[in-house]
């Protein structure tokens, strides 16, 4: 059976990604913050047909404890067969404009710790010679956007950096998946209200379950992200930055 | 993995009438991360999957806590069939979970999209009412969440908040988890049996045999036909298939099959000849044998989704009554002459007989009698009118009316039929309160 670590595990798209995985009876390894949430969501997973869940409550942005996090989960399962990285904040774009601390404390948490974490494990599995990097990146890093390009920025540099060490882990064997959700129903979003384009957490789930297990390149969750994506990218800049978006 | 809310959702009834205005909306995404409701100006009430009819489950101008997002499952016995869950798990989500371990819901309504909070709150019943009785019945213990503290609740720890909050409308705090029994299933395959019946008379003498042989049991009836075929229909009884050894269809392999004729008719949008055409289908007094897996024996209506949407704007009203079987059943025949006398048709109502199981819940709609279940499309005045005059029939019987698909009983109506609301009303947490119970209290604070 599959070993699953999942950092930043409270998430609610990673916990309705591991629901799917429980019912085949996988093992897994919660990362995040805090603890008390982390057991609730264990035995939700061991109930719905996990063989075991251990939690592991961590402070992602003290990279000095990365290290030990992933040998933690190796002691714990034994390997790793796939890591889902979820945690991240949608930020407050308006702060992020007003204080250098804010905009650098959303790329700490939305990109630095994922450069430091990815890097970890990318050696892991290069030497494991196979499993699956899962990361929750963004649509919103496809294109920088007035509302939200401080988090854009974060998430498209993870998916540069995640495009990288594809490039790099092919030869290993290794599936490297960047995952790029819509706009989803979920307590990130809780205060923007919410129209047809927003889509259930389990959708969204359903989708990353899917493509881990296929290995997929990258996975626009739902599926029409791809094609919204694909015309927004396509607007002249010259028109682009005009619009309110 | 979780059930699919309406992710526009628009905090309605299912039968879009009538609409209100909330002041606010509150998810509770985590069990420990309630909101404080002492600080809120206004009442608060749970809402679940919003799949009860009229307005149990609105609170115009007032506060909506909505307990949907929680969907955590806390335990699950696998050997002794016991579940423990967040309210806001749905039983679609607990037959995905319980189901391959040869377990079901020990009783489970018309469709899988409700919460279990709604299915205590509504103390809801099923085709085996006569064999399980209600939901409540099989609830072994919960937490409720109340503006003065938290409770665990079981028929022997804080037993009147257990028996008030079951059937208690969602007016005695917030529940947020409970537990409660499987049934054990020799398979996920149904062995179904239909009959024709062509009158109530036949009715009533079926379903004295079936009650005997059958665990699941409801009836589709034709209310418009009168005379001699009143009432005529079509009998449904089945129990758990198990499969002779070696035989054992996997679940996996037999994949749900949904028929598109039935939920059709349940809809009354379709002609009388279809429904001819089914019934017809089934010669008189000839039983008619299959396997069928569970979904569209359970669920028949699941399979169209937003199916309130083909009532149009107005919405629709539902009707569910229960009066004590007796005599010659004088009132349900009344109550099939008057739909028919209208010309409102709900030309196809679900009819059911409910057993003497007693349910822990103080407030509880079912009880020892006949049900019968009606939805009409709403035509304004004339259509209250009828329901008023039905309610007058219930009422000279001693029967009841099931406030979970109500939006129009009178308060005096109300009280008749449930007595026991003034014990009831002790055990209301004073924060919480809804339209419904402000309109069928209304005169009566007063007084
Ligand atoms: C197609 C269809 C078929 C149906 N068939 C049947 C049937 O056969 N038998 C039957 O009995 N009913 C039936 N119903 C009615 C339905 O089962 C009930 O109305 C059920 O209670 C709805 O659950 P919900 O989660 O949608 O709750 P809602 O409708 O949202 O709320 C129902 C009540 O529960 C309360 N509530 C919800 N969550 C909580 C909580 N966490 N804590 C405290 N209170 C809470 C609410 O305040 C409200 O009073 C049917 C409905 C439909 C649409």
């Known amino acids: 059976m599959l070993k699953i670590m999942i950092i930043g595990a409270t998430s609610v798209i990673a916990q309705e990604t591991a629901r799917f995985f429980a019912t085949e009876g996988a093992e897994f390894f919660l990362v995040g913050i805090p603890a008390d949430k982390l057991v609730v969501i264990k035995d939700d997973l061991v109930a719905r047909g996990a063989k075991r869940a251990e939690v592991y409550e961590a402070d992602l942005t003290d990279f000095d404890k990365h290290p030990q996090i992933i040998e933690s989960a190796v002691q714990a399962m034994g390997s790793i067969d796939a890591v889902l990285i ?3 904040t949608l930020g407050n774009q308006k702060a992020a404009e007003a204080s250098v601390e804010v905009a650098l404390k959303e790329i700490n948490l939305n990109l630095l ?9 990318g050696n892991y599995f290069e030497k494991q010679r196979r499993g699956c990097i899962a990361v ?5 890093g496809d294109r920088g956007r007035g509302s939200n390009y401080v988090y854009g920025t974060a998430k498209a ?9 594809r490039n790099r882990l092919a030869k290993s064997g290794v599936a490297v998946v960047t995952i790029k959700p819509g706009l989803v129903d979920t307590p990130m979003t809780a205060d923007i209200k919410k129209n047809f384009l927003f889509s259930d957490p389990a959708t969204v789930g359903k989708a990353i379950y899917l493509g881990m297990k296929k290995g997929k390149d990258t996975v626009y969750a739902p599926w029409f992200w791809r094609y919204i994506m694909a015309i927004i990218i396509h607007i002249p800049e010259f028109i682009f930055k005009k619009m309110s978006l | 993995m ?16 009538p609409t209100v205005e909330h002041k606010a909306i509150h998810q509770i995404h985590w069990r420990s991360d309630l909101p404080d409701v002492n600080k809120f100006e206004e009442t608060v009430l749970p809402y679940g999957y919003g799949r009860s009819y009229g307005d149990s489950c609105l609170n115009e101008g007032g506060i909506l806590l909505d307990t949907s997002y929680m969907q955590q499952f806390i335990a699950f016995d696998a050997e002794q069939g016991l579940v423990r869950c967040e309210a806001g798990v749905s039983l679609e989500q607990v037959l995905e979970v319980i189901v391959p371990c040869g377990w079901f819901l020990p009783v489970t309504p018309g469709t899988k999209f409700v919460s279990i909070g709604g299915a205590i709150a509504n103390d809801v019943h099923g085709k085996n009412h006569h064999r399980a009785g209600t939901f409540g019945c099989h609830v072994t213990q919960f937490e409720l969440v109340r503006s003065d503290g938290t409770y665990i609740c079981s028929p ?30 020799p398979s996920p395959l149904i062995d179904q049996e239909k009959i024709r019946f062509a009158n109530l008379d036949e009715f009533f003498a079926i379903s004295a045999e079936m009650d005997q042989r059958f665990e699941y049991l409801m009836s589709w009836s034709d209310c418009l036909s009168g005379g001699d075929s009143m009432g005529r ?9 198990d499969p002779p050894l070696g035989a054992e269809p996997s679940a996996k392999k037999l994949k749900p099959f949904v028929p598109f004729d039935l939920p059709s008719i349940a809809l009354n949008t379709l002609s009388v000849k279809a429904f001819n055409a089914v019934l017809y289908r089934i010669p008189l007094g000839k039983r008619v044998r299959s396997i069928v897996h569970y979904e569209p024996f359970y669920y028949p209506l699941d399979a169209i989704n937003n199916w309130y949407r083909l009532y149009g704007k107005r919405g629709f009203l539902q009707y569910q009554l229960v009066v004590p079987l007796e005599g010659d059943n004088e009132p349900i025949r009344e109550v099939y002459r008057r739909i028919a006398q209208s010309g409102e048709g709900s030309f196809l109502v679900v009819l059911k007989a409910f057993g003497d199981i007693a349910s822990p819940g103080m407030l509880s709609f079912p009880m020892p009698g006949v049900t019968l279940a ?19 029939i219930v009422r000279e019987a001693r029967g009841r009316v099931y406030p979970a698909k109500d939006a129009r009983m009178s308060p005096e109506n109300f009280r008749a039929y449930y007595p026991q609301w003034e014990a009831f009303a002790h055990y209301i947490d004073p924060k919480f309160s809804s339209s419904f119970w402000r309109r069928v209290t209304e005169s009566a604070n007063g007084q």
Do not use: C
């Open chain 1, 86 to 88: 979820a945690h991240g």
């Open chain 1, 113 to 121: 710790s994922n450069i430091s974490l990815l890097t970890l494990l």
């Open chain 1, 136 to 140: 929750i990146s963004s649509v919103a």
């Open chain 1, 157 to 165: 540099g993870t998916t540069t950096f995640m495009q990288g060490l």
């Open chain 2, 2 to 17: 979780t059930t699919p809310l309406n992710r526009l959702k628009q905090y309605k009834s299912w039968g879009r009438y």
């Open chain 2, 156 to 185: 022997t720890e804080n037993a009147e908040l257990f028996r008030a909050t079951i059937g208690g409308l969602g007016l005695t705090g917030i529940i947020t988890w409970a537990e409660f029994k499987l049934k054990r299933i």
């Open chain 2, 233 to 241: 229909g079509i009998f449904m009884a089945g129990n758990f298939y």
């Open chain 2, 374 to 392: 009606l939805d009409f499309a709403f035509n304004g005045e004339k259509t209250l009118k009828l329901l008023d005059e039905l309610d007058t």
